[in-house]
């Protein structure tokens, strides 16, 4: 394994899934990141600080066709 700076990098090393584990605002943008990059994700609760912004994730999850 090797250390990633970005996690841009990270998403485009050809991982399975991701598991995304950080503040509610982090979380949120990390999921977004992966949606973009059709990495599936697992996502530690709540995920989002708020409703609207777990909605996004999941839109986009489902708009990239990837498990979230």
Known sequence: ARPFEKSKELLKAGLDFV???????????????????KVPMLIEKPGAPDLEALRKVAEAAEKARVFC
């Open 19 to 37: 598991l995304i584990e950080g503040t509610n605002t982090q979380c949120a943008a990390f999921a977004l990141e992966a949606a973009k990059a």
